[in-house]
Structure formats: structure tokens, C-alpha cells
């Protein structure tokens, strides 16, 4: 793998390359001694020009329990006009002998630009990119639900028929677009719910069913339910009447929560606004995956980062496996 830049263009068989490479990186993250010296001498760039706090401290950790050097750089609130910006930082990295940058950018298509840009020679992970995609979260996603439910059969499986529903601002939602691209890719079926106004207008070219009716589509059966969080830092218009009225047609609250059928699981990327799209008998439960989402980005994570780095790259690489 040269680049991790969408799900879209992933394709089955690498999904799961990277779903079961992530199995063994967390068989090892259970050891005491959680650091394998697999990246030793490598260095990973944590270049985030948006905020972040736990997708920069997984990237973070999943590095160091690699042995990889990591330098953190936040380049929020550069004045300088955003393509001469990524550019000037690219060539920096460039000539600090960057092996890998992670980039979070408020720009769709940044991460796209530093990779195919010649500017540098790292392998590139897309942290999230503006609206776009963000690919690691719903690879841990994935990875999430592959273990809920095939449990330790997961190996090599992917989630053909699994019914997940996706809920809320998915018009700002970049975690929704990785997840629509790569659950279609992995065979389940995904149902977006959410009012009119918080979905993208042309849904045609999207492998999704859509429903305004957010009970009705529980009643259906879930196997996973997704929150999203209202994105109210992307918003500059008003997209539903009150925080009131949202929470209660296409909140997940404390009722209706109560009535989700047997096994289904409930999912947030974080952060989350409790009360708003979430209640916290929903967020607290034991159907809740949302700490599991977390631990299991790291793995998901150390994977991505071992298979850009590790010799299995893409054969247009500077160098090949024998070092020439
Ligand atoms: C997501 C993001 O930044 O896109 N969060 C995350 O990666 N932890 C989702 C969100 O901000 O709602």
C-alpha cells in the first residue's frame, strides 16, 4: 500500500488485509509490553491543520508502539493561503526525511494534493479531510462491528448482509462518506437517516437506502446503529428548527434506545454532544462500542501505518523490498 487516502477506491481484498493485520496488531496490545520495534528508525509526521484530539493521539500511539519517531506538528491557524501553505510544509518534511505524514486538512482533497503533488516521497494517511473522507475511522469502524459480530471467526471475513444505520449530520460528515464507501465495499446494507436538510442533495451515485423516519428504520432491525455528531462548527445556516426538536425526531434518547431490538450495537465516532444526537443511557450502555472505537483505532491504525511502511508498498517506491 502506497497511500491510504479513501475507501472509496479500497478495494475488498485490501480492506481486509488491513482488517486482519489490525487483528494481530491488537492480539499484541492485550501484552503487557504493548511496543514492537516493527518501524524502528522510521519517521511518522503528524500534520494536522485542524483540530483533534483522539484521532491525533491514536495516530500518536499506534506509531510509538511501533518504535517510529513521531514529530507532531499543528499548523492551525496558518494566514498563508492554504496551497502555498501544504506546499511550503510538504517540502520541510520532505527535507526532514518524513517516512509517512498523517494529515488532517479542512480541505477536501489536501491529503490527494501532498500525495500525488511530487512535493514529497512519504506515504500519505488521510486523517480527514474537510467533508470528504476519513478513511481510519471507518476502517475502526469496521473493524469494530467484524468483531461484535463474527466475534473471534473474524479473520478474513467481511460483512456481507450486516444492516447498519447511519444517523444525522451526514451532509458534513466525512466519517458517514468513508463508511458508505467501505461498508458497500465490505456487503452490508446501509440506511442513512436523517431530515432533508443534513443530507447531501444528489444521493444517486451512493450505495444507500435513505429514510426520513428514524423509528421506522430501527423497527426494521439494526445491526449497528451509527451516530453521527452534528457538525455545528461546519454549519452557517440553520439546519433544523431547534436542538430540542432534533434530539427528539433523530436523537438516539433514552426511549427510543430502550426499544432497539436484541443485538443491536451503537456506535459514535466522538466526540459526542450528550444530549443532543445521543443520550447518555444510549453512550453508557453496554451496547455501546464507543470506548471499543476507540481502543481498536490504535490497532486499525498500527496497521495502516505498518503496511505503508513495512516493505509492502506499491511498486512505485523509491525503493524496493530488497532496498535497491
Ligand atoms: C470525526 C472527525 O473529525 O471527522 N471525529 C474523529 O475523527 N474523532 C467525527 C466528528 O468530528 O464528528
Given at each position: ?95 526532514m526525511a518524513a517516512d509517512a505524514v498523517v ?81 458497500a465495499t465490505l456487503g452490508a446494507q446501509v ?134
Amino acid at each position: 500500500m502506497r497511500h491510504l487516502l479513501d475507501t472509496r477506491t479500497l478495494s475488498r481484498e485490501e480492506a481486509i488485509r488491513i482488517l486482519d493485520v489490525a487483528e494481530d496488531m491488537a492480539d499484541t496490545q492485550s501484552r503487557e509490553v504493548k511496543k514492537l520495534p516493527t518501524l524502528r528508525g522510521k519517521t511518522v509526521v503528524n500534520l494536522f491543520f485542524e483540530d483533534s484530539t483522539r484521532t491525533r493521539i491514536s495516530f500518536e500511539a499506534a506509531a510509538k508502539r511501533l518504535s517510529a519517531d513521531v514529530i507532531n506538528f499543528s499548523a492551525k491557524g496558518s494566514s498563508v493561503s492554504k496551497g502555498e501553505s501544504l506546499q511550503d510544509t510538504a517540502q520541510t518534511l520532505q527535507a526532514m526525511a518524513a517516512d509517512a505524514v498523517v494529515i488532517r486538512h479542512g480541505a477536501s482533497g489536501a491529503p490527494h494534493t501532498l500525495a500525488t503533488s511530487g512535493w514529497i516521497s512519504a506515504g500519505v494517511v488521510n486523517a480527514g479531510d474537510g467533508t470528504h473522507e476519513h478513511p481510519t475511522q471507518a476502517l475502526l469502524d469496521a473493524f469494530t462491528m467484524r468483531r461484535r459480530l463474527h466475534g473471534a471467526a473474524s479473520r478474513g471475513r467481511d460483512l456481507d448482509g450486516v444492516r447498519v444505520a447511519i444517523i444525522g449530520d451526514v451532509l458534513h460528515s466525512r466519517v458517514a462518506r468513508s463508511n458508505v464507501w467501505l461498508l458497500a465495499t465490505l456487503g452490508a446494507q446501509v440506511t442513512l437517516v436523517a431530515p432533508p436538510t443534513l443530507l447531501p442533495q444528489d444521493l444517486s451515485a451512493w450505495p444507500v437506502d435513505v429514510s426520513y423516519d428514524l423509528d421506522d428504520t430501527l423497527a426494521a432491525g439494526q445491526d449497528a446503529v451509527m451516530v453521527l455528531r452534528i457538525q455545528l462548527e461546519r454549519m452557517n445556516a440553520s439546519f433544523f428548527p431547534s436542538e430540542r426538536e432534533y434530539s427528539r425526531r433523530w436523537g438516539l434518547g433514552r426511549e427510543r434506545f430502550a426499544r432497539l431490538s436484541g443485538g443491536t450495537i451503537v456506535m459514535h465516532p466522538g466526540p459526542m454532544n450528550r444530549g443532543l444526537e445521543i443520550s447518555p443511557a444510549a453512550a453508557d450502555s453496554g451496547r455501546s462500542t464507543v470506548l471499543e472505537q476507540v481502543t481498536n483505532g490504535v490497532s486499525v491504525r498500527m496497521a495502516a501505518l505498518y503496511l505503508l511502511l513495512s516493505g509492502e508498498r506499491g511498486t512505485d517506491q523509491t525503493t524496493n523490498e530488497e532496498g535497491r
